[in-house]
C-alpha cells in the first residue's frame, strides 16, 4: 500500500474516529487525522511493513496520541449553575469591552494584512491559490477541488503540505520582529 492509498482510504476514517473522541468537533477532528497523516508521512520509510493492518493500526495510534494532547492542551471550561454568575459574567465582559476600545481595530487589521501578503509572496503560484482560498475566502475542501478540477482528497494533501511550509514562513516572520 502505498502512502497515497492510505491517506485517500484511511484519513475520513480516522476524522470520523477523532470526531467521535472529541464530541463531535470536525475541524478539530480534521486536524488531528492531518496530524496523524503527517506524522505517518515522516515516518512512512521507518515502517517496517506497508500493509494495510500495520498502517491502520499505526494511524489509529497516532489519533489516539493527537487526542490525548487536543485534551491536554484544551482549556477547561467554567460552567456555572448559578443565574447571578451569568450576570456577573456579562458585566465582566461588557468592562474588558470597554478597555479594548484603546486598541486601533483598523491597525490590528492592516498588520493582518500584511502578515498574509508576506506569506503569500513566500509561496509559489499554486500554493498561493490554495493558501487563499482556504485562509483567505474560507472555501471548503470540496469548493476547491471543484475550482482546481481536482479530488478532495488532493487538495487535503496539497493543504497538508502547504501548513508545513506556512509554520516555516510564519516562524521566520516571528524571528524577524
Not at 515522516?42 to 487536543?70: C, F, G, M, P, Q
Not at 503569500?120 to 476547491?144: D, T
Amino acid at each position: 500500500m502505498t502512502y497515497e492509498d492510505a491517506y485517500r482510504k484511511y484519513f475520513t476514517v480516522i476524522v470520523k474516529y477523532s470526531s467521535r473522541q472529541i464530541g463531535n468537533h470536525l475541524f478539530d477532528a480534521e486536524e488531528i487525522a492531518s496530524d496523524a497523516f503527517y506524522i505517518l508521512f515522516e515516518k512512512w520509510d521507518e515502517l517496517n511493513s506497508h500493509e494495510e493492518k500495520v498502517i491502520l493500526t499505526w494511524l489509529y495510534r497516532a489519533a489516539n496520541h493527537k487526542i490525548k494532547e487536543y485534551f491536554r492542551n484544551r482549556p477547561l471550561e467554567y460552567v456555572s449553575i448559578d443565574p447571578d454568575d451569568e450576570i456577573k459574567k456579562n458585566v465582566i465582559e461588557m468592562k474588558m469591552l470597554e478597555n479594548e476600545s484603546d486598541i486601533d481595530i483598523a491597525e490590528e487589521a492592516k498588520k493582518y494584512d500584511r502578515y498574509i501578503v508576506q506569506i503569500q509572496n513566500r509561496l509559489n503560484q499554486k500554493e498561493a491559490q490554495l493558501f487563499e482560498y482556504i485562509v483567505v475566502k474560507q472555501y471548503r475542501y470540496n469548493q476547491i477541488a471543484s475550482l482546481l478540477d481536482t479530488s478532495e482528497s488532493a487538495v487535503k494533501m496539497r493543504w497538508l503540505r502547504l501548513q508545513m511550509k506556512i509554520r516555516a514562513i510564519v516562524n521566520d516572520l516571528i524571528n524577524k520582529l
